[in-house]
């Protein structure tokens, strides 16, 4: 048999990090930091920091269709148009659904982005900490499986990740939020900060108002510039203003030296040696050729987002594995969980007419969660925050109207009135049986089997969903808003494009995937730090703590191979 | 067998449960699923929808929709962005004004006068709303699923307009890259909302 040694050597790295998004964009700094060589592994195309950023100096003139789907684009992706990320503003940023499809067994939304960057391009960037509220949840309830770590475990890991990634807040002392490394706060407005004065003292400080916490600079950081306030973040912005793998942790790895970053390489596989019983490397698809290559490594970053992660695991299959590489527990897979929103209220002020704001702000207000704690206990577990804002309507709100004319002109292009709007984000329990599996019958565009998703909503978060509408009223009303209404505008999973919970950490390798380090209880030079960690959702955006788990995995796994233990 | 009738066995036959989704993609893999199709307006109705427009949105001291392309705006909208039933729907609806023009006038909506063409659209408004009114009362599954006509060139004459040059920078105040965020300004009667 002809070994090509010299090429195996050249497709050989210290680490294999597979996925560059928000967390895969976090493990190639830290390893190539801590001076390893990486090899990073995108399945989509690559886009340039500024320079690949199409449309994000254009004019809103500068779209044909001013923002608007074409109906052949309505066509080739009938899972993205589902709701309002896929639009012409930064059409090229969202999968070509055709080529990729998916088994969908109940509604799932799945929203996907394949380029460098992955949706740290398009992301919310809202950043908060979880607390021990949070990590204690699952054992206090007693459901599902305990987190293998507490609060203290990973605070100087948040620390770590804001410091470098640039959050903007207020630091308001909540114990369930806790306070992180902040840049200046953005500025409420004068609607918001009246609402949150006047909630504030109804509820006693049981229910409390901050600025949202946003990776968006609001000064100079780490050489990058700070937000120009333009609120168009979702196309990439070329002030390096806010986070993403682009503006932040890609130039940091390059600057090493010790970075390969190759596009157009899909992740087929795992490969696994049942001699040394660790990954010996990954099978990859040339995106552009269909040429299959191996490449290989010392300890591997799974970092594909937690259904991408979930795929190439359940995909990688040997006489060890037959169900999916690590999944002797039979928990890959398995208690898939995603935020549910979409429900909450609005309301008009009558008051500050002559008052108006410069800028557009990238960033709203949050409320953090106040149900089922300090006493409060409702018919349902967990909870849910509030991100909102209050602005004045523009020409839109003229659309409805029969008026036209002259007169109608005038009106619409004054200032409308004010109103302010609250939207719930919802925990959703992990559920063993909300879980994804593989799919033979169907092929994607490379010829590899797809993912069938089978995932609902239940009762807990039904109950919820009440609170969650009636609650933004309640307080839209103390806050002496007019002409409120609620809306429920329904929520399927992956809605909210948090999808965690596939390959949850644990203690117990009989139950979980992951440790304590998210490295894998069977295969311990395997890494999974994206979405498919959580053991449960808690109800704050997720990204931050996949960052700060990222940075901490990282450190553990260059440890232990220094200890020459993986 | 064909095709559909093929796949739809082959999911029998596997006792899997594969969505109307799925299914979507298989097939559509094999027929190259529905096309997007447009519909050629003769240079009249361009025209016409281009009259209609300015009169949603005249000139006044700021420039009005024709001065912003709005009429061509719409109809390229109506031909990419729709499908060929709301682009049939669309063409319906010019005809309509005609309709009234002629029944009012005696003549085409483009042979009458401004003031004809107020009447014709307030006409065309008022049935609007009587009919959004009696759709409100209406259970979800018994409401139309068209959109009124004079509700369609209304909202693509707003959108057309206020995201145009003209609208945004005459019309309305739009500033690139404001640069800083000021939460609380003073402003006084008269100001133009921002654009965006």
């Known amino acids: 048999m002809y070994l090509n040694t010299e090429a195996d050597k050249q497709n050989t790295y210290d680490a294999i990090v597979v996925g560059s998004g928000i967390s895969g964009g976090w493990a190639a700094k830290e390893l190539t930091e801590k001076g390893l060589k990486v090899l990073l592994l995108e399945r989509g195309r690559n886009i340039e920091h500024v320079k690949g950023y199409d449309t994000a100096l254009k004019a809103p003139w500068e779209f044909k269709h001013r923002g608007r789907l074409t109906q052949e684009q309505v066509l080739s992706h009938p899972v993205q148009v589902r709701d309002y990320p896929y639009s012409e503003f930064n059409a090229s940023y969202w999968v070509n659904d055709k080529e990729c499809p998916y088994t969908e067994v109940k509604r799932f939304d799945w929203y996907r982005g394949f380029h460098v960057g992955g949706k740290s391009l398009m992301w919310g960037r809202q950043s908060y900490r979880l607390s021990d509220l949070d990590f204690e949840a699952n054992v206090k309830d007693g459901i599902a499986i305990d987190w293998p770590i507490r609060y203290k475990d990973i605070a100087p890991w948040y620390s770590y990740a804001e410091k470098f990634a640039g959050i903007s807040g207020q630091r308001e002392g909540i114990p369930n939020l806790p306070d992180g490394e902040f840049l200046p706060p953005m500025d409420m407005n004068c609607v918001e900060k009246d609402v949150k004065k006047r909630i504030e003292a109804h509820y006693k400080n049981n229910r409390r108002m901050t600025i949202g916490r946003v990776a968006n600079l609001t000064q100079p950081h780490n050489g990058r510039g700070n937000c120009q306030y333009r609120n168009l973040c979702s196309r990439g912005c070329p002030f390096g203003a806010y986070f993403s793998t682009q503006s932040a942790t890609l130039p940091a790895a390059m600057a090493t030296g010790n970075l390969t970053m190759r596009p157009f390489s899909i992740v087929n596989a795992i490969l696994y040696d049942k001699d040394k019983k660790r990954a010996s490397g990954v099978r990859v698809i040339d995106a552009e050729t269909n040429e299959v290559v191996e490449f290989h490594s010392k300890i591997i970053f799974l970092n594909g987002s937690t259904l991408g992660s979930t795929f190439v695991l359940l995909n990688s299959t040997s006489d060890t594995f037959p169900d999916g590489l690590g999944n002797s527990s039979g928990q890959l897979g398995h208690n898939l969980m995603d935020h549910h929103f979409r429900t909450g209220a609005s309301g008009e002020s009558e008051d500050y007419g002559d008052k108006y704001y410069y800028g557009r702000r990238a960033n709203g207000i949050y409320i953090p969660r106040y149900r089922n704690l300090n006493g409060d206990k409702r018919d349902y577990i967990r909870g849910f925050g509030y991100q909102g804002s209050a602005s004045r309507s523009g020409w839109a709100r003229g659309v409805a109207e029969m008026a036209f004319g002259a007169d109608f002109k005038e009106e619409v292009s004054a200032p409308g009135p004010w109103s302010m709007g609250l939207g719930g984000f919802g925990e959703t329990l992990p559920y063993f049986e909300n879980k994804v599996t593989l799919d033979r019958s169907q092929k994607d565009k490379w010829g590899q089997p797809v993912i069938s998703i089978d995932c609902e909503f239940k009762d807990n978060e039904r109950k919820m969903r009440v609170d969650m509408m009636n609650d933004a009223a309640e307080m839209l009303e103390v806050a002496g808003m007019k002409n409120i209404t609620t809306f429920d505008k329904g929520c399927f999973p992956g809605m909210a494009i948090h999808e965690m919970g596939t390959a949850r950490m644990g203690n117990d390798p009989k139950t979980s995937v992951l440790n304590k380090w998210n490295q894998m209880h069977d295969v311990k030079n395997v890494f999974i730090t994206d979405g498919s960690c959580m053991t449960s959702a808690a109800c704050q955006n997720p990204s931050l703590t996949y960052m700060a788990l990222t940075a901490r995995a990282c450190d553990y796994a260059v440890s232990e191979l220094k200890k020459m233990n993986i | ?196």
């Not at chain 2, 909208?77 to 499908?83: A, L």
């Not at chain 2, 599954?141 to 959108?159: D, I």
């Open chain 2, 1 to 196: 067998m064909d095709r559909r009738a093929a796949v739809k066995n082959m999911a029998l036959l596997m006792g899997s449960a594969i969505s109307a989704t799925t299914l979507g993609f298989i097939l559509d893999g094999c027929n190259n699923g529905p096309k997007a199709t447009s519909t050629t307006f003769t240079p009249g109705q361009e025209n016409m929808v281009a009259e209609i427009a300015e009169i949603i949105i005249p000139k006044t001291s700021t420039p009005g929709a024709k001065e912003a392309g709005v009429g061509a705006f719409i109809v390229m909208m109506i031909n990419e962005c729709y499908p060929e039933e709301a682009q049939q729907d669309f063409i319906g609806g010019l005809d309509y004004a005609d309709k009234i023009t002629k029944g009012k006038f005696s003549k085409t909506f483009l042979e009458a006068d401004g003031k004809q063409r107020i009447a014709v659209i307030q006409q065309l408004a008022e049935e609007t709303k009587e009919f959004t009114d009696k759709e409100k009362d209406l259970k979800p599954e018994e409401q139309s699923k068209k959109v009124p006509f004079f509700k369609q060139v209304k909202e693509l004459t707003m959108l057309g307009y206020f995201t145009s040059e003209a609208g945004a920078t005459k019309a309305l105040n739009y500033v690139a890259i404001p640069g800083r965020y000021d939460a609380c300004i003073t402003i006084k009667p008269g100001e133009k909302a921002w654009a965006l």
